[in-house]
């Protein structure tokens, strides 16, 4: 069995690595949603928003398809009959981008519009950061990024450049 790297990645004043917590992607069966929705309790977003419910994160990822952050997997056995519910949790990172600069660090990066009219807080788009696929969402004032772990540390390298030029 090949043995992953344990790879740090330090703190800036822009980046930083978001603390772990369970995330878990979920899709709903076909025509299954409002099956799904009663036995989670949650009404989920149907456009590219992301709500908090119960301390749970649930963050629109497609049609019919949600990451959520802050549920383990069992906690989300209800939903099981009405959709794949997979445990991310390990196969992920999330990176935070803070700062009254973050906006324009990350216009390096992305393209799509991040003016808050545009994006507003608990926004979240699919989209690329670099060449790296990534879900990305707003916190209130943080952008976070969550990617495939295989691509954080290309990722990590790309938001400390792209930030470089604000934290000095």
């Known amino acids: 069995m090949l043995e992953a790297e344990s790879i740090t990645y330090p703190a800036t004043a ?4 978001a603390p772990l917590r369970p995330l878990v992607s979920i899709a709903a069966f076909k025509n299954a949603v409002p099956a ?15 709500i908090v419910v119960k301390d749970v994160r649930y963050l629109w990822s497609g049609p019919d ?5 802050g549920a ?6 209800a ?4 959709a794949a519910i997979t445990d991310q949790t390990d196969g992920r990172a999330v990176f935070y981008v803070v ?3 973050a906006t324009e660090a990350l216009v390096k990066l992305v393209p799509i519009d991040l003016h808050e009219s545009v ?21 209130g004032e943080v952008f976070a990024l969550a990617c495939f772990r295989s691509f954080a540390q290309s990722l990590y390298a790309s938001l400390i450049e792209a930030c470089r030029e604000f934290e000095g």
């Open 14 to 17: 822009m980046v930083s690595v």
């Open 36 to 50: 799904l929705e009663a036995a989670l309790g949650v009404a989920l977003p149907a456009t590219p928003v992301g």
């Open 65 to 69: 398809a949600w990451l959520a952050l």
């Open 72 to 77: 383990a997997p069992a906690a989300l056995a």
């Open 79 to 82: 939903a099981r009959p009405y």
């Open 99 to 101: 700062g009254p600069h």
């Open 119 to 139: 994006f507003p807080p608990n926004g979240t788009a699919l989209t690329l950061a670099g060449h790296i696929p990534v879900q990305l969402w707003r916190e």
